[in-house]
């Protein structure tokens, strides 16, 4: 056996190639992750101020405008799709603007939505 002989190189190189690509999948699989809880958030946000939206404009109809029960079923709401709400605000005209934020494994995703008349 010479050190010419290179017998097995295609091998190594073969085990080299598959390693690259293996991680360069994971790491398109983990940014894939974070895209879809960043599109989850934004979805929680949108129905949390929708539900505040729709209970504050109920309440607002029957009787004075009450800030905590729009925000209330705003945070069951997001409470119940995996999220928090970290800030309310239920405006003049009903309308009803609410922050959430969803902890994950990929870290923290946080989305804003704004829901009522005008």
């Given amino acids: 056996m010479s050190w010419r002989d290179d017998r097995g190189a295609g091998s190594l190189l073969a085990i080299g190639l598959l390693a690259v690509v293996g991680m360069v999948a994971m790491m398109a699989a983990a940014l894939g ?57 239920v405006s003049i005209d009903t309308s009803v603007q609410v922050e959430v934020r969803i902890a994950t494994a990929w870290g923290q995703a946080r989305a804003s939505a704004r829901a009522g008349p005008g």
């Fill in 33 to 89: 992750g974070v895209a879809v809880v960043q599109v989850r958030a934004q979805g929680v946000a949108d129905l949390a101020a929708l539900t505040g939206a729709h209970e504050s404009r109920a309440t607002a109809v029957l009787a004075s405008r009450a800030t905590g029960s729009a925000c209330d079923s705003a945070g069951a709401v997001a409470q119940a799709n995996g999220a928090r709400v970290e800030s309310c605000l």
